[in-house]
């Protein structure tokens, strides 16, 4: 049996404790963690108690991760998993905090797809197959990145795309504003087709405006 001998408060986090066993420096703690385990000075710990805690810890650690990394933007499920992983997280610690989080409702590839979908639709417009192979890099699979990506107009990316660029596009004459745009549209992934429709569309707007 082993002996808590010490719990001290960490010295740059403190909402955790260093646990102390047998005089000697074991590994730290959150302090609810440690309250939950029931953790003292003073405390008997068998090689199989301390083993099960360890790994209980682990597990929360990598819980805790997943949640920190959630906190700062959306995440497909194979990006947080890759993630953790890279962390240092054992593959079945990592799949157990996938488990809990998709119970929480927390990680969902169709609602994170879709959400990425509207938002480059919204802020950073650009074509379908732009858009599919950005999922495909996060690891969403076809089937929801078809359904993610056919709720966006194509057309309406394009033309609210090309808009961005009406302030550097100013003054300028017909070819050489069908070219800077068209360049523009192509960047972001629009085909031949749409890029005419979008450019006549701005220059007759532009021209409208003039009369």
């Known amino acids: 049996m082993s002996t808590i001998t010490a719990l001290k408060t960490g010295k740059r986090n403190d909402k955790k404790v260093n646990l102390f066993i047998d005089g000697k420096f074991a590994f730290s703690v959150e302090k609810d963690a440690a309250v939950k385990e029931g953790l003292k000075v003073g405390g008997q710990l068998s090689g199989e108690r301390l083993e099960m805690l360890m790994e ?3 597990e929360a650690r990598c ?3 997943a949640y920190r990394y959630l906190s700062y933007r959306a995440r497909s499920e194979a990006e ?3 993630r953790l992983i890279k962390r240092g997280f054992p593959l079945p ?3 157990r905090a996938l488990e809990k989080l998709h119970e ?3 990680v969902n590839d169709s609602e994170f797809a879709t ?3 509207e938002n480059r639709a919204r802020f950073s417009p650009r074509s379908h197959a732009m858009m599919r192979s950005e999922l495909r890099h996060k690891g969403v699979s076809p089937e929801v990145i078809h359904d993610a990506v056919a709720t966006i107009d194509e057309s309406e990316a394009a033309y609210t795309a090309a808009h961005s660029r009406l302030r550097r596009l100013q003054g300028l004459e017909y070819p050489v ?3 800077r745009l068209g360049e523009f549209l192509k960047r972001r992934g ?3 087709e749409i890029i005419n429709q979008t450019i006549k569309k701005i220059w007759q707007e532009i021209n409208l405006k003039k009369e």
Request: net charge negative.
């Open 190 to 192: 629009f085909g031949y």
């Open 104 to 106: 929480q409702g927390l």
């Open 63 to 65: 819980l805790d991760a």
């Open 115 to 117: 959400f990425w979908a």
């Open 177 to 179: 504003f069908r070219q």
């Open 80 to 82: 947080l998993k890759e």
């Open 56 to 58: 209980t810890l682990q």
């Open 93 to 95: 610690h990592v799949e």
